[in-house]
Each structure stands twice: as C-alpha cells, then as structure tokens.
C-alpha cells in the first residue's frame, strides 16, 4: 500500500511539474512576444518610410545611387523582418514539440494511473468482502451473549460456581470469551480503517485521473492551435523570403545598369554573413598554417655572492637571480607603407563603408580586364583560392589572394590584405612576396559587376571584424 501511495505522490508531482513547464515556457514566450511586437512595430514604421523614399526617388529615375542604396536600405529591413518572423516561428515549433512531448508523457501516465486504479478498485472489493465476514461474525457473537443463560450477569455466573476449581474454570471460561470477543472487535475496526485509507487512495486517484484527462485534452487543444498558427507562420515566411529575393533580384539589375554606365564597378549587395564568416575560418586556418609563431626569448642571470665565515657569523650564501625577456617577432622592424593594389588605377570607386558589410575598397578597371594586381606590401601569401559553388561558378569574393605582412603598424600591429575577384592568381599559399610585386590579374570573378579589385585591410586580426578603412594607410 505504502508503494501504491508513493507512486500517486510521483504521479501528482509529475502532473503539476507539467502545468508548470507550460507556464513557464508560455511566460518567457510572452515577454520575448512584447519585445518583438516593439521591434516589429519599429520595423514596420522604417519600411513605411523607405517605401515613401522610394516611390518619391523612382517617380524620377531608379538608376540612381541614391535608389539603389535606399532599396538596400528596405532589403535590410526586410531581413530583420525575417530575421524575428524566423524566431517566432522558431518558438512556435519548440511550443509544439513540448505539447507533443508533455502529451505522450501524460498518455503513459494516465495509463498507468488507470492500471491502479483498477488495482485498488479490486483491493475495495476484497476488503469489503473480509468485513462482512468478520462483522457477521462479530454480530452473531454478540447475539449469542444476549440470548445465552448468563446474560443475567457475570457475577451471578460466577456465583453460582460450585467450588473454587469451578470457579476458577469459569473464570477462565469468561476471560477466553472477552478476548476472543475484542480480537473480533479489533479485527472490525482494522477492516474498517483499511476500508477507509483504500477509499481515500482511490478518491484521490480517480481526482487525479479526471485532471490528468482534462489536462491531455486542453494540451491536444493547444497543439491544434499551435499547428495552425505555425503553418501559418511557415506560409509568411515563404512570401518574405519571396519579397526579399524578388526586391534582391531588383536591386542587382539596378546596380549592375548603373555601373554599366559609369564603368565604377563592385559588388553585389547580397554577399551573406554565412559566406564572410567561411571565408574568416579559411583565413585563421591558413595562418596557423603558414605563418610562424612569434617568439619569446628568456634570459637568466644568477649572481652568487659568499660573506666571510666567522665564529659570530656562520659561512652565509647570498643568491641574486636576475630574467630579462626579450621578444623577438618575424617582422622586420620596419613601419608598414602600403602601396596601391592596381597600380595603374588609384581611385577609389566605391569606399569602406559606402554601404552596410562594405569593408574594403573597390578600384574599377572601368571595364579593363587582366590588369596588374600587386602586393601592396612585403608579405607572406596565407591564401590564394578560389570560391566557387557546386556548379563550378564563382561565388563571394570570387578568386582571392590574402596576404599577411612582415611589416607592422607604429604600435605593433600584424597587418594583413586580401584582394578579391582577380582572373588569375599569379602565386600560391606559403610564398614570400615583395612590395609591388604581381600577384594577379583583375577580373570580375564572384560576386561582382564588372572588372574591379576588392581590396580590404585588416589590423591586429585576420578576421572581417579587424578590417579597417584601406585609405588611411595608402599614399
């Protein structure tokens, strides 16, 4: 019994712990809501403005800069608009799965309840069936006292004894009836107490197993609400993603006709986070590779000094250690001074930062193809490869040269420049190349619109995240 009861405290504990995870996880659900109804909100209001920005801009000509960059303004938006739609749909199905989760937990549990309540519903059956015995026999022992000869009293029983041997038996006979007459008693009031602790149990039990059922309803409830709301979320996230794709679509034909006739070509705006962060691992990867690691040197100096042994001063050592470390690097000491990586172009066409993700600096060949890519300072090659996707065309920055550089900022910074979207690589990984020395041809290779070279300068980092505006450190 005491195992029956421990298992309906487990299974309560269970069942409350449930309702409780739905509240919380409801509850966190609510506030990241309001929060997200804020931004949304916020979202809609810019997207309301650059829409009036760009009906008022293309009423007079979309091949504009000014059109472009504000059509890249609301992709943006966009893109954070599916950026929250993607997390709350996200949120929706980790609802579902719990509902799912919670519900099959709950069928299980009900199972099991159901097994012992049929349990103790025997249990009464058997109880009840002993009572009834051992009270018929209680009440047919009381009768019997009632009608016997002696029913008088147990004096007068005991009176009437003939001798004291008698009187003794009688006594005896007397005392044999009193217990056998409170085992029986006692035997009642024991079935008695079981009845009712077997009663309660089942009580509470079957209490248990009605919430149980009312709980896997309401879940079964909410799981069909929460399936409809989510593929009705899935459904809008498609049509964003649509939007996005067909305003992208839009933007690149746009930008690719202007530059078209300003031959300023560059790059494409749709280049993604997940491509740039590639490209960072490939980086990293390469400079463990090919770059040595900076040294440290240590000197160590003991000066040992021995006093005079007297008879009021025992023989006393004294030792002095003194380190000096000393750092030496791979670079040769000397500032950096960069060149320009097209030497035969030195205008900036489009600047670090001209638009988000923007961290380099765009040199058009105004249509030229082939033209000298050089070094644009003293360096070791980390990479020189191709991006390309599945098909073989290239992608992102296209074909790509990185170069990290023996010469350092004034402060000591390792500097490294990556030239993007050549026609040819003209050296490989591991080759040690000098200033303004060739490294390739220009081209259009990637994510470009016509023949350019992407140059990017990144500071006491290999990462996009430690790129820098190239002008500040060329001529």
């Known amino acids: 019994m005491g195992k029956r009861l421990l298992s309906l405290i ?35 209001d810019k997207l309301s403005k650059i829409n009036e920005k760009l009906d008022s801009l293309g009423s007079q000509s979309k091949e504009t800069e000014e059109y472009i960059q504000a059509l890249d ?22 609802r579902v799965e719990n509902l799912e989760s919670n519900i099959s937990k709950n069928e299980k549990e009900l199972e099991e309840i159901k097994g012992e309540v049929e349990i103790l519903e025997g249990n009464m059956l058997v109880l009840n069936e ?10 047919e022992r009381i009768r019997a006292i009632y009608v016997s000869s002696i029913q008088a009293s147990t004096l007068a029983f005991l009176i009437e004894s003939a001798g004291v041997q008698n009187l003794m038996t009688r006594l005896e006979m007397i005392r044999a009836v009193s217990k056998k007459d409170g085992m029986l008693l006692e035997e009642v009031r024991e079935h008695t107490e079981e009845i009712v602790e077997t009663k309660e149990k089942l009580d509470s ?38 939007e996005i794709e067909d305003q992208q679509i839009e933007a690149n034909k746009l930008l690719k006709s202007l530059n078209d006739k300003t031959k300023k070509y560059g790059e494409y705006r749709d280049i993604t986070q997940a491509e740039l962060d590639e490209i960072d691992e490939a980086i990293a990867a390469a400079e463990e590779q090919y770059l040595e690691p900076e040294t440290t040197t ?8 021995t006093e005079k042994e007297t008879p009021a001063n025992p023989k006393k050592t004294t030792t002095t250690t003194t380190t ?19 030497p035969s172009y030195t205008t900036i066409t489009c600047g670090y930062g001209a638009y988000p993700g923007h961290t380099g600096c765009d040199f058009s060949t ?10 644009a300072e003293s360096g070791t090659v980390i990479i020189s490869a191709d991006l390309t996707n599945a098909d073989g065309t290239y992608r ?39 200033k303004g020395q060739q490294i390739a041809e220009s081209g259009s290779t990637g994510n470009s619109t016509g023949p350019h070279c992407h140059f990017e300068v990144r500071v006491d980092g290999s990462a996009q995240s430690n790129a820098v505006d190239p002008a500040s450190y060329l001529p």
């Not at 209490?207 to 989510?230: A, F, H, I, W």
């Open 10 to 44: 487990l299974a309560m504990c269970i069942l409350l712990c449930g309702a409780n995870s739905f509240g919380v996880i409801y509850a966190e659900d609510t506030e990241v809501t309001q929060s997200s109804e804020s931004q949304k909100k916020e979202l809609e």
């Open 73 to 94: 303004e609301k992709i943006r938006y966009l893109n954070e608009q599916y950026t929250y739609a993607l997390e709350e749909t996200k949120r929706v199905e980790r």
């Open 130 to 139: 002993q009572f009834s015995e051992t009270y018929k026999a209680y009440c």
């Open 205 to 242: 039990k079957k209490q248990t197993l009605s919430d149980s059922q009312k709980t896997l309803e309401q879940s079964r409830e909410n799981l069909k609400t929460e399936k409809v709301d989510l593929l009705k979320k899935q459904e809008d996230l498609t049509a964003q993603q649509s």
């Open 298 to 305: 240590t000197t160590t100096t003991t000066t040992t000094t």
């Open 324 to 342: 000096t470390t000393t750092t030496t690097t791979t670079a040769q000491g000397n500032t950096i001074k960069l060149t320009y990586p097209c």
């Open 366 to 375: 105004y249509g030229n193809e082939n033209e000298r890519i050089v070094a």
């Open 396 to 434: 992102s920055y296209g074909r790509y040269i990185v170069i990290a550089h023996d010469k350092k900022t004034p402060s000591g910074k390792r500097v490294y420049t990556l030239y993007a979207h050549n026609n040819t690589r003209l050296v490989s990984a591991g080759d040690y190349v000098k």
